[in-house]
């Protein structure tokens, strides 16, 4: 990069680190590191929580999944809408955690079920955790390197270092920095200044990206020239897609009900707001916080795609896809025993043709098996299917490629100051998801794998300590297993598999545990242990397919019939589920479709043992929520109102007694934007012309620059603007509530019998 690159690179990151310093020096007990103090307001938790929540994994997941499939699948996610409206709007399953004061999902869970279960359930989080986690440094480490274009090893008195593992070492460094200085604070505080300085720039990337890309004359055409069945822009028309389609769409529904509370990563922001009131305000925030970075990401992938597949770019595309494959290959291959391979695949990569137009002068159509991408595939294929021992180079050559295309192709794109620009924002984007999942992850193995064994009550310095220390292991873990561990799927699908160890049966346990009193401990153990078992044999099962698994049936001529199995299993969801085509690369079943297995085994495993095996008596959910009599000083006291119409609306939009006009005006703005714009009138509106008159192609690309860029774009200044104030004064006022508030030292996330405990009542008792 040029030097005015890195100005913009080193500033602002030293502004972050040095608020990072400066508020350390509040953190004085176990709540101050675990949850901020319970003091942040509902912008704080808006912004820090947002910029946490998306992360440069995220970012390059995003710009994967778009590259495949494009703006079609998009318009069916639409269909969550009132569900995820309705649930941010009545604070589904975050108010009533937050009401439970509990610092960790594993406290919930002791005070709802048992200190056994708390255990059990924390084995099965961590290692969901870890495993989505570890991967964070690799994918940043590694777009870091491919992004500023370093080689993949360097030298030091004769020696040679890996770069990559260079590069993920001081990325952890600086994230385990900001998290032992003051745990949740520091993050939260160096999150929302990220954030803050992170508005401008997605708005002068997305400025910058409509002056250099013609949407009509360059990337309409890309989009529009696809396959049948494989529409980048026509919902109606994506049948053949495979991965990222409408049971990708349905899966997701599910999990937004049963997994509301989400994966656990960003735990800390859980219960960091002031009160239940405030927390749930901060989740409502978030609709309107991502103007301009939500165009941003969706206008990468779309620049992206253009620039790789438009013959006005063909030179520039040839060049990078044959460096890119180089590049990914060397570091496949290295200077292994496979390392010969590497001279014969430079010369195909060579030889194959850049993007020539059709014989009418326009673009070639592309599909998703066959595009300009796939003769790289290939050639890997072709060299490497008949070496013992490298066929699982092949999905691990595409996985890499996949990840990494976009992000070389925006290095040749950018010019100086905004390739500066943008490195910085990928810089905060790694660094703040690191620190928050460093931090929930170790927090969760101190509160409920060491907290919950403890006779004697640790001291609140002992406490402290055992925290950082369980930082540092989660960091070292990640390290370790992102060196040795190769990457074979889409990062969304690693996300669910991963996660699904945990998400396949906690879900369940937490909303009927937060919302039902007769699911029983038995249930509970039921739901998350086949839940979780289910996520880990689908995890290893993927992961063991090309060098074990597939050669074993082979070997036992069990192949035949496992395919003739996986093809009738499937047959009533085709062509949304497809396992019939089965290669020795990749295990057919992909990782939403082992997850909504382990969702749905998992709910029902849970009802049948709770009816089977109930506890003694109901369980006693006023005193785990502090309502009703178990209320006191800190609890927020609202009255109901009789039915009608008005207090029909009012439930429907989450407005209790306890709303002033401002939340009144946010709730029903977001209600108009969620249901009545987005749901009614852009999808349900939109499919149901479609339905009686299909539209054709050009209207899809106006109506994909219309709500994906235009709205967005006045969104965007006003977000800008509203939450960089909102912002900054509840940042001011979160360091004045933090000198000011009285410390509860007892309060380390422990659950004792002589404290407010949650315990049952009798079953005929309502």
């Known amino acids: 990069m040029h030097w005015l690159d890195w100005i913009f690179v080193i500033i602002p990151l030293f502004i972050v680190i040095w608020l990072g310093i400066k ?95 708390r255990v059990f359930a924390a084995i099965f989080q961590i290692l969901s955790g870890l495993l989505n986690y570890a991967i964070f440094p690799a994918v940043g ?40 200085m003051g745990g949740q604070i520091t993050i939260m505080v160096t999150d929302c200044i990220q954030g803050i300085l992170s508005y401008p720039m997605y708005a002068i990337i997305v400025i910058f990206l409509f002056w250099r890309f013609s949407w009509g004359k360059e990337m309409v055409p890309v989009l529009t020239c696809r396959a049948p069945d494989e529409s980048f822009l026509n919902p109606m028309d994506i049948k053949h897609l495979r991965d990222f389609n409408l049971f990708y769409v349905i899966v997701g529904i599910v999990s937004t009900v049963v997994n509301a509370m989400g994966m656990g990563g960003t735990i800390g922001y859980l219960g960091a707001a002031k009160n239940p009131h405030e927390q749930k305000m901060g989740n409502l925030l978030g609709t309107w916080r991502s103007g301009f970075s939500g165009m941003m990401y969706t206008l990468l992938a779309v620049v992206g795609l253009t620039f790789m597949n438009h013959f006005h770019f063909a030179n520039e595309a040839k060049v990078i896809r044959t460096n890119l494959a180089n590049k990914v290959a060397e570091e496949i291959l290295g200077n292994g025993q496979f390392s010969d391979l590497r001279p014969e695949l430079a010369k195909d990569f060579e030889a194959i043709p850049a993007v020539e137009p059709a014989d009418d002068g326009q673009l070639k159509q592309l599909s998703q098996k066959q595009n300009q991408d796939t003769p790289y595939f290939d050639a890997v294929a072709d060299r490497c299917s008949n070496v013992e021992g490298a066929k699982s180079t092949t999905q691990q050559f595409r996985s890499l490629y996949g990840q990494m295309l976009i992000p070389v192709a925006l290095r040749e ?29 170790a927090s969760v ?23 950082r220390i369980s930082v540092v292991c989660v960091a070292i873990f990640a390290y370790f297993f992102s060196l ?48 979780g078992v289910l996520a880990v044999l689908g995890f290893l099962t993927q992961n063991l397919w090309p ?21 009738w299993v499937s047959k009533p969801l085709y062509p949304w589920v497809d396992w019939t085509n089965v290669t020795p690369h990749k295990f057919p079943i992909n990782s939403m479709e082992i997850q909504m297995i382990a969702m749905i085994s998992s709910i029902i495993l849970y009802w049948v043992f709770s009816l089977l095996i109930p506890d003694k008596e109901l369980f006693n959910l006023d005193k785990m929520l502090h309502r009703g009599k178990y209320a006191d000083e800190n609890s927020i006291v609202f009255h109901r109102e009789p039915w009608s119409l008005k207090s029909f609306m009012g439930r429907i939009t989450g407005i209790t007694s306890s709303y002033t006009l401002g939340d009144k005006i946010l709730s029903w703005s977001v209600f108009f934007y969620s249901f009545v714009y987005t749901y009614l009138t852009i999808f349900l509106g939109v499919w149901i012309w479609n339905i009686i008159s299909p539209w054709p192609a050009h209207w899809w690309t106006t109506y994909y620059f219309v709500t994906n860029f235009a709205i967005l774009g006045v969104i965007g200044v006003v977000s800008t603007v509203w939450f960089t104030w909102g912002g900054s004064r509840d940042l001011y006022r979160l360091f004045r509530d933090l000198a000011s508030k009285k ?24």
């Open 413 to 441: 794109i950018f010019p100086i100051g905004i390739t500066g620009i943008f490195c910085a924002l990928c810089i905060f984007l790694m660094i703040s998801t690191d620190t928050t999942y460093m931090h929930s992850w």
């Open 743 to 766: 410390d509860d030292f007892t309060d380390n996330g422990q659950v004792r019998k002589d404290e407010p405990e949650p315990v049952a009542e009798n079953a005929d008792q309502k």
């Open 484 to 531: 040795l561990f190769a990457q074979m799927d889409y990062i969304i699908m690693f996300f669910q598999i991963t996660g699904a160890i945990w998400l396949g049966g906690a879900g369940v346990v937490i909303v009927f545990g937060l919302y039902t009193r007769r699911g029983s401990t038995a249930g509970a153990f039921a739901g998350l242990g086949t839940g």
């Open 23 to 117: 508020s350390q020096r509040y953190v004085r007990t176990v709540t101050d590191f675990l949850t901020a103090g319970r003091v942040a307001g509902r912008y704080v938790v808006a912004v820090a929580s947002g910029e946490a929540g998306v992360g440069l994994i995220s970012l390059v997941a995003m710009l994967e999944q778009g590259y495949q499939c494009g703006f079609a699948i998009s318009f069916w996610s639409k269909m969550t809408l009132p569900l995820t409206m309705f649930f941010g709007l009545v604070g589904y399953c975050t108010y009533r955690y937050r009401e439970s004061r509990a610092m960790t999902f594993g406290q919930l869970l002791e005070m709802r079920y048992s200190r056994k279960f």
């Open 547 to 567: 060098e074990r698994v597939y050669p074993f049936l082979v070997r036992h001529n069990m192949f035949d019939g496992f395919c003739r199995f996986l093809a």
């Open 445 to 467: 193995i101190i509160q409920d794998l060491v907290v919950p064994f403890r006779k004697n009550t640790l001291t609140p310095h002992q406490h402290l300590w055992l925290l």
């Open 141 to 180: 480490a590694r777009f870091l390197i491919y992004f500023l274009d370093l080689p993949h090893y360097w030298h030091l008195f004769g020696m040679s270092i890996s770069t990559y593992a260079t590069v993920m070492a001081l990325n952890l460094l600086i994230a385990v920095a900001i998290d032992m």
